[in-house]
């Protein structure tokens, strides 16, 4: 084993302005934003991609593994990523995409019009591109490993990604319109890619990069967007039966509208339903999902006495503060949360007359989780027991929504059945989209009911959990649509593989990183579901668990790098003992633990697998004898480990972790025996 530095194989780099090192970090830093930037704005303007957020996170890893393999076989740069982006930019703001209200497994469209290419067309165009416009940085990225030690490389991409993350959860933490991105992915574009030929430099990096800004500033010029850390907010306000109501729109879909309290009363009944069925006035009430704030001014017209507001978006709060007619938000009796309500559940003690999930409809997934969205851990058994826990004597639990499917009624009251004990209310106000007030009481006697509910019809779906909290996902399959989907992108993947990096061949030697590589993909994926569940579905959340994986990654790099640490096999057999500890420690005791206790022993239970799977990479890695291929076939079992995380929708997360560990016991399998002993 050799882990000195090597001649550069691509010709040209010794020449760049930029040190080695520091261009190592700046593009590793530019490839994980360029990749966090198209996952953002692509879904804000093509809808398919609000419900396959990680639809663009396969495409990415595709092409940082198709850039790892091109490094060595041509010495040009890769002036094509900026030319792709830029043709990328215009077919996205040409042809938005909005859909049409439908139902199809996990997929729950809630646009009330249709535009746009359809999904067959304009999802393989964006999945294609952006694993051109990744693979640009990735070959970057790649032609610096050559020059360095292995660990050594990697542990300046590692450096670099995590400053990339710091850069795109600051522009989100400041509301930063893509505009911002654009700029930054001009800049490192032009800092990056030799100036050689010049012709060629200002055509095909300097004008596209410049296009990329233009347009990314009109979007935000004319659009009139406020850009959170979930969404493409719109706003606009019009008369409606003599009432200024202001229509708000996520992502280009109709979402929530800012109407007085009592003309929304007046005109929808099921705004009032729960007030009726309780029996009592509720004095405390808890709303989540307050959003632009109906609901507050609704409780206050009601009586309450206090009021706490949770919300997600602190831009469709600020938004409500500004253009809600009644201005709850300005009451002295509303407190504001900006939380995921779940967690809010989980961590205060406060007591409650009246919880109300007032229509929470994230439209959107979390992001690097395949089939979780922002309000999945809300509609579980777990959680309707949680809120159970939270009431008064006499209080009562109520949501309602537009659930479109009397399926989806029967299991989300059967839900509330099993976590209360007794038949909730059942109120189904419109059967056009299935609009429904379902309420139950801490007791059956402190809940009146119109009529009693008959009970779930026979096929009705088992209430959801925390292990598998798909409501939407009627059986326990894997809708064909994704099916079909991930199979043509494994397709699409091997033939992009055989046209750049030759024959297969070139992988085999490294058959166990590219295990190593699926296997960390369902960790990555167990560890932000499961941080999600314990903390928050928040993106504040998302962006630190990202972090601490490239965290723990980085500490394991720098481990083995400064000590000796027990052979492979050994390293195997803490990673397996992780994976049990993970399986055996079940989230309900994490849940009971307090807020500093429970981020300790989630971090342990978390992080521990990983740690020890990335000594294991470490050491192997240190070991090949091509950086770039070795790390690319990695990088491509990324990406198949990507694929791999729709089985949650059958066996759960907790059952990744069964997944990964016979993955990990086939990378040992595949060990080479020269390997093992080191």
């Not at 059952?655 to 016979?662: D, K, S, Y």
């Amino acid at each position: 084993m050799t882990l000195q530095a090597q001649k550069p194989v691509t010709g040209g780099e010794r020449d760049h302005w930029l040190a080695v090192r520091p261009r190592l970090i700046l593009a590793s830093a530019f490839m994980l934003f360029l990749e966090l930037a198209l996952i953002r704005w692509t879904g804000s303007n093509i809808v398919h991609l609000s419900y396959f957020t990680n639809f663009v996170l396969l495409g990415s890893f595709l092409g940082i593994g198709l850039g790892f393999l091109r490094v060595g076989r041509s010495r040009r740069q890769p002036y094509y990523s900026p030319v792709v982006l830029a043709v990328l930019v215009v077919v996205v703001l040409t042809f938005p995409v909005t859909v049409d209200r439908n139902t199809e497994g996990v997929l729950y469209w809630t646009s009330l019009s249709t535009s746009g290419p359809p999904a067959w067309l304009i999802l393989p165009v964006i999945f294609c591109a952006a694993a051109v416009v990744l693979m640009g940085p990735a070959e970057l990225v790649g032609r610096c490993f050559p020059e360095l030690p292995r660990l050594e490389a990697y542990r300046y991409d590692l450096i670099g990604s995590l400053s990339g993350i710091a850069a795109f959860t600051a522009l989100s933490f400041l509301s930063a319109p893509p505009v911002f991105w654009g700029l930054i992915a001009a800049i490192c574009y032009g800092l990056l890619l030799m100036p050689r030929p010049k012709s060629l430099y200002i055509g095909l990096v300097i004008v596209p990069s410049l296009g990329v800004v233009s347009l990314l500033l009109t979007e935000t010029l004319t659009a009139g967007a406020i850009w959170s850390p979930y969404y493409k907010v719109t706003f606009r306000q019009l008369q409606q039966l003599g009432i200024v109501v202001t229509d708000i729109a996520v992502n280009g879909i109709p979402h929530q509208q800012a109407v007085p309290a009592a003309a929304r009363l007046q005109w929808e009944r099921q705004y009032g339903l729960p007030y009726e069925r309780t029996t009592k006035p509720p004095k405390d009430v808890l709303i989540v999902g307050a959003g632009s704030g109906t609901d507050v001014a609704i409780a206050l017209s009601k009586g309450a006495n206090h009021v706490d507001a949770v919300e997600i978006d602190p831009k469709l709060r600020e938004l409500g503060g500004s253009v809600h007619p009644d201005k709850p938000y300005d009451d002295p009796r509303v407190t504001t949360h900006i939380t995921d309500g779940r967690a809010f559940l989980e961590q205060s003690g406060h007591k409650y007359d009246l919880i109300l999930f007032a229509l929470p409809d994230s439209l959107t997934l979390v992001s690097g989780a395949s089939s979780l969205r922002l309000e999945s851990y809300l509609f579980t058994e777990q959680a309707m027991q949680a809120a159970r826990a939270h009431l008064k004597p006499d209080g009562t639990f109520s949501m309602y929504n537009y659930y479109r499917e009397s399926w989806l009624v029967d299991r989300l009251a059967s839900t509330m059945q099993s976590a209360f004990g007794h038949k909730p209310c059942v109120d189904v106000v419109s059967t056009a989209g299935q609009q429904a007030v379902i309420t139950a009481g801490l007791t059956a006697a402190a809940q009146r009911c119109e009529s009693e509910w008959p009970g779930a019809a026979p096929g009705t779906p088992q209430p959801a959990n925390d292990d598998r909290p798909f409501l939407y996902l009627k059986d326990a399959t894997i809708p064909p649509i994704y099916i079909i989907t991930l199979g043509l992108i494994l397709i699409v993947s091997l033939l992009a593989v055989r046209v750049v990096a030759g024959p297969y061949a070139r992988m085999r030697p490294y058959a166990d990183l590219f295990l190593l590589g699926v296997g960390f993909m369902l960790l990555e994926t167990k560890s932000v579901t499961g941080f999600a569940l314990l903390f928050g579905t928040t993106w504040v959340v998302n962006a630190i668990v990202f972090a601490g994986v490239l965290v723990a990654v980085l500490a394991a790099v720098e481990v083995t790098r400064r000590f000796r640490v027990p052979p492979l096999p050994v390293m195997y057999g803490v990673l397996l003992a992780g994976l049990l500890l993970a399986w055996l420690v079940p989230n309900e005791w994490l849940l009971s633990l307090p807020l500093p206790l429970r981020a300790v022993a989630a971090v342990t239970v978390a992080f521990l697998p990983i740690f020890a799977a990335n000594v294991v990479f470490a050491k192997r890695f240190a070991d090949t004898a091509d950086a770039t291929t070795s790390f690319g076939a990695n990088l491509l079992g990324a990406m198949v480990g990507g694929c791999l995380e729709y089985a949650a929708l059958v066996i759960g997360y907790k059952g990744l972790l069964i997944v990964a560990a016979l993955l990990y016991l086939g990378a040992l399998v595949l060990l080479p025996r020269k390997t093992a002993a080191v």
